[in-house]
């Protein structure tokens, strides 16, 4: 009868090759062969929106620019300046996906704790643009500060009416009279002018609301309105209509953003660094297992087995969550691959004590599991800690490194307490036999 780890086993093994094959191998020979590059040394494919890929890289690995803004929040009440760098985001988004460049990457952040600026009047938005590697070009594709206007529509296009974000006083997430989410918006004395010409001249016209000319919402002006207060109704769900009043409320009061920093990187040096950073992971994945296999055997090669598959699921999990990978971020992978081993290390050593104290191969394995766990566990919860708080507290250069070597460090310890000890008790199965231990642990006792 085959043994429940058996089949255990072999069912975590099954999904890390599928995941392994269909998510991660597939995808890049598909992008190779498709795009011609199967042998010009490419490794992983990137920013190619018409053709399959593996796992999105970064600037620094793909070549491009990036520029970094001061994004000037000093005039805003504190409980609106996370609502309104937000709104920065998604208009700057807008913006730079309607050039084509889909991989563009915006990271709004506070200013780092290190840093002498105080976090309540600056913050920090950092653009990467891979593939525009000049910087002038590069600054007119983001552009100057977002604006806010409201046009008519006219059987040519959009009429300009002079009313603009600065006349909008406020908006805010309201309910029509059928209870379903609307958005309510409030203009100063100047707009209110303005709104009643328009609404009393253009009943039943349409009127957009566009954000850098760019329209973000199409409403019918059904009446006149003398007070400058309106309802913005569509059938919206209540994402859109917050979304709608976030844009509405901070597009009429817009972050200015001034130019700090610009670099770019050629697309050839990024190669340069990529291929380094997948030799090095290559060369230390290979090194770790050998080290297994020499010190502990077959048990090492069971390890070995269980990092391979730690490399997949890690791989399979970024991009699943749409990671993009950069030069820290691999670092931070490699790094991890590391602290996997780590784990294992300690498991092996309780084992080899259990093995010589005389206890059967199964008990030895077990117990051994159990009492490393406390100190897998302690050291692996203050990486993870050690992680978090480079993620929060430090810029988005780091940022990379802390997210993969956080989930590097989660996914090890699955793979080493988990698959390391099924595939261990798989292999023995009820077997209490000396040989056995001096195969998988180099022991050697008669008892």
């Known amino acids: 009868m085959i043994s429940k780890y058996r089949i255990y086993s072999l069912l975590m093994l099954l999904v890390v090759v599928l995941l392994g094959w269909f998510y991660i191998a597939k995808p890049e020979l598909e992008a190779r062969k498709s795009s011609g590059e199967a042998d010009n040394g490419k490794i992983i494919n990137f ?136 958005v309510l918006i409030r203009f100063d004395d100047e707009g209110t002018k303005l709104f009643a010409e328009l609404t009393n001249n253009h009943i039943g016209e349409q009127m957009g609301i566009f954000i850098d000319n760019r329209p973000i919402s199409e409403p019918v002006l059904r009446a006149k309105i003398n007070d400058g207060v309106s309802i913005i109704e569509g059938n919206f769900t209540l994402e859109e209509a917050k979304t709608l009043t976030r844009n509405l409320k901070f597009g009429a009061l817009p972050v200015p953003i001034k130019l700090v920093s610009s670099n770019s990187v050629s697309p050839s040096l990024g190669d340069k660094v990529l291929k380094a950073g997948v030799m090095a992971a290559l060369i230390g994945l290979a090194l770790v297992i ?86 897998i566990r302690d050291g692996n919860m203050s990486s993870i800690l050690t992680a ?27 793979t080493a307490i988990v698959l390391t000890r099924t595939m261990l008790l798989a292999m023995i199965g009820n077997s209490n036999k000396n040989k056995l231990k001096r195969a998988f642990f180099g022991v050697n006792n008669k008892k």
């Not at 708080?389 to 989660?410: D, N, P, Q």
């Open 47 to 182: 920013a190619k929106k018409d053709k399959p890929q593996t796992i999105a890289l970064g600037l620094d690995l793909v070549g491009g620019s990036q520029l970094n803004y001061d994004a000037d929040v000093s005039k805003l009440p504190a409980n609106e300046i996370d609502g309104a760098m937000e709104s920065l985001k998604e208009t700057l988004s807008r913006k730079l996906n309607a050039s084509g460049t889909s991989e563009v990457s915006i990271v709004t952040e506070r200013s780092s704790v290190f840093s002498d600026k105080d976090n309540n009047d600056v913050r920090r938005v950092s653009i990467s643009i891979p593939g525009v590697s000049d910087i002038e070009e590069a600054k007119k594709m983001v552009g100057d500060t977002p604006t806010l206007d409201f046009k008519l529509k006219t059987e040519n296009g959009y009429e300009d009416t002079g009313l603009t974000g600065k006349q909008l006083k406020d908006a805010s997430l309201t309910r029509n009279q059928a209870g379903e989410p609307a």
């Open 290 to 375: 050998l080290f297994l296999i020499l010190f502990y055997r077959l048990a090492g090669f069971v390890a070995g087995l269980a990092l391979i598959s730690y490399v997949i699921l890690t791989l399979s999990l970024f991009k699943f969550l749409g990671f993009v990978f950069t030069a820290a971020g691999i670092a931070g992978f490699i790094i991890s691959i590391g602290m996997a081993v780590d784990a294992n290390i300690l498991i092996f050593e309780r084992i080899k004590e259990e093995l010589r104290a005389g206890r059967g191969m199964k008990e030895s394995i077990k117990n051994g599991f159990e009492r490393a766990w406390l100190s």
């Open 388 to 414: 978090i708080i480079l993620f929060y507290m430090t810029t988005a250069l780091v940022k990379g490194f802390s997210l993969t070597f956080g989930f590097g460090v989660l996914v090890s310890m699955f």
